[in-house]
C-alpha cells in the first residue's frame, strides 16, 4: 500500500500508477445482496435460470456495483495522511466496457489523474482500471473526485 504524507506527494504522484490491488471473486450472494441493497432485481443479475439462456450464459455483476468496489480497491491500494476530512465530490468519465459475469476476478489499478486547490483545500482526482482476469477489456474505467478539505 502506498501512503501519502500530504497534498505534495500527491502532486508529485500526478501522472503515475499508484498500485495494482489483489483480485477479488465476484459470487452470486454479492451480486444478489447488491440488487437487495439497490432493489435492482433484473433478471440479468439475479435470475439464475432466465439468465443462463440469456446473452450471456449466465448472471453478470451490476455496473454501478462494480462502480461501488471502487473504494475497496482504492482502501488496498494508497492511504492519505491528511488532517481535515476526505469527501467524494463525483465521478467522472465513467464506462463499463465489458460485462463481470458471476464467478469472474476482478482487480483495479490506480492512478493520480490531477491535484488542484479547491475553495475548501483541494481537489484530488483518481483514475481506476478495474480488470477482469483473463479478458482483454476492462470491467469499469473511472475517475474519482475526493476533495481534500483543509
Not at 504522484?13 to 499508484?18: D, K, M
Not at 455483476?61 to 467524494?88: C, D, I, R
Not at 464467478?103 to 489523474?113: M, N, Q
Request: aromatic content about 8%.
Amino acid at each position: 500500500m502506498r501512503v501519502f504524507s500530504g497534498v505534495d506527494e500527491l502532486r508529485a504522484a500526478v501522472g503515475g500508477q499508484v498500485g495494482v490491488s489483489d483480485w477479488v471473486t465476484i459470487d452470486q450472494a454479492r451480486i444478489d445482496t447488491f440488487a437487495d441493497a439497490t432493489g435492482d432485481h433484473q433478471w440479468i443479475h439475479v435470475d439464475l435460470e432466465r439468465a443462463a439462456a440469456g446473452p450471456f450464459g449466465g448472471t453478470i455483476a451490476h455496473g454501478y456495483m462494480t462502480l461501488a468496489l471502487v473504494p475497496w480497491f482504492a482502501s488496498q491500494l494508497f492511504h492519505l495522511e491528511t488532517l481535515g476530512a476526505k469527501l467524494n465530490y463525483g465521478v467522472n468519465k465513467v464506462r463499463f466496457p465489458n460485462v463481470v459475469k458471476v464467478g469472474a476476478r476482478l482487480r483495479a489499478t490506480c492512478s493520480v489523474a490531477e491535484v488542484a486547490e479547491h475553495p475548501a483545500g483541494h481537489q484530488m482526482v483518481m483514475r481506476y482500471v478495474l480488470e477482469i482476469e483473463g479478458q482483454e477489456k476492462p470491467a469499469c474505467v473511472a475517475e474519482t473526485v475526493v476533495l481534500l478539505m483543509s
